[in-house]
């Protein structure tokens, strides 16, 4: 909760404000039994008609006014509560996106989105609740109770007895509720991810027929999340029954006194008639408490959640000792080693067990223009080294270095401009053609026509009725899988980058075309050291350097002629693939 409270007071004077009108609504609605009781006992006892519409028109007023208040401090809560929800998805969003590739997975992406979603939601009502019903529902009962006493002692009394146990049902139940919502939110991930798959995979589904058992798990996950919900929302809503049981005692008890201390002479009716409207009110302030409770119960779980992303500490640029070696190179690989699970054995969930190794003793260096080629089977580590080098990830042992400097002791975004990168799983985002080659760079409009030639994008672009940057923003379901390929690229090639890593990025062209692109590439862009991943020999072959990996190990390193005479690895890899071309 201390996240809500921090936004709050960079509201602090509208917060204020919107509290002190609540307040003074909460007067206005509390004075209005007094008044009642004044009417009656006082005023009609009179008879004359004069007084008794002057104090109608003043309990009239006093209902208006309490009515206009709380309507006002309603509407600045609600303005309030957005901005505050507005802020905190922001720096969600920002730290997010700014999470390196450890906390990234560990906090995965379902569990991202629903606390971007679900959780910021839950604080906005409870930042909502905060300048509201967290003011008026003690107002009402302490004020209520205060009022009573003043009016009748003996009678408050018997509210007074019967306050502890409906605070004592309140922090039982919600000792035991609270745990469950935060059970209920970690569900809602599950929800989330298996969406996710659905909506993206949904080709794949439909594809192989598989509605019938995704609805399924759906269902299953829908069922479990639910059952949750219902049993925790069932725990917190115990309190309701239990307490208006106890008020409802204690107004039948406050009847039959309060008879017995008319039928005295002890006081007059309209003190009952106002002492039942006070209990009606500190009822429900009580009930309101009950609700804020719950509330607050959701949106300290949610709190939590959102805190434990915002909290994540970013790993600051060390000072790494430079080496003349690395220094004479534009990128060194020295004696690397990285494990997927290295950042899980930290917080103690691989605690004990023995972590393999995604790349093992990577070794090797690139002259600023030079080229290498990584080639390996499937899940072989080829897209790791291209993580550790953009440092998404740290190494666990070795160190990697960029001209001349630890890739740790960049500052984040200094480093990663020095890249032009085409991943496995890039996307085509809602945007026009031009936009999504510039990405909000600002480039030249040279740059970008020469990135779209080279990265063969040119023809079908042609095609488009109005061209590079028609207005209309494109989908990537609108693009063929050898359109967007292309236009990742273009997006890479355009910031003419000092290095450019192309990961599988021409799996799905034919090979005249992915020939006259790497011809293109190595031709207009001799400065950029190019990283090329793929699954073809003839997309390496003549690239400077050659990289062959199997279970995240070097197993051969030199050119082509080298790798054919010295890798039986890479030369049986040859001659299936260029056997069955020829």
Known sequence: MRLIFTHLRRHGSAVTLAILIKLAGTLCELALPSILEHIIDVVVPLGQLGPVIGWGALMFAAAWLCRTLNVAANVRAVDNAHRVSFEIRQELFEKTIHLDGEAFDRLGLPSLISRMTSDSYNMQSAAQQLQTLCVRAPMMLCGGVLVAALMDLPLTCILLCILPFLIAIIFFISSKGIPMFRTVQAKLDTIVRIMRENITGIRVVKALSKEETERERFAAANADMTNTDIKAVTIMSTPGPLMQLCLNIGLSLVVLFGAYRVNQGQILP???LAFLTYFNMIAMGVMGVSRIFVTMSRASASAD???GVLETVEKEPVKAAQESAAEEAHIVFSHVDFSYG????VHGDFAGEERELAVSDIT??????????????TGCGK??????LMHFYDADAGEIFVDGRNVASYPKQELRRKFGTVFQNDMIFMDTLEGNIDFGRNLPREQILQAVRDSMAEPFIEEIPEGLSYEAAIKGANLSGGQKQRIYVARALAGRPEILILDDSSSALDYKTDSAMRGAILKDYPESTLILIAQRVSSVMNLDHILV???GKCIGYGTHGELL????AYREIYQVQMGSME
Do not use: H, K, M
């Open 270 to 272: 309209g003190v009952i």
């Open 305 to 307: 959640r959102i805190a």
């Open 342 to 345: 290295a950042a899980d054995e």
């Open 364 to 377: 090797f260096s690139l002259q600023r223009g030079e080229s290498l080629g990584i080639i390996g089977p």
């Open 383 to 388: 897209s790791t080294i291209v993580s550790l």
């Open 549 to 551: 990996l199997d279970n």
């Open 565 to 568: 005479e010295s890798c039986p």
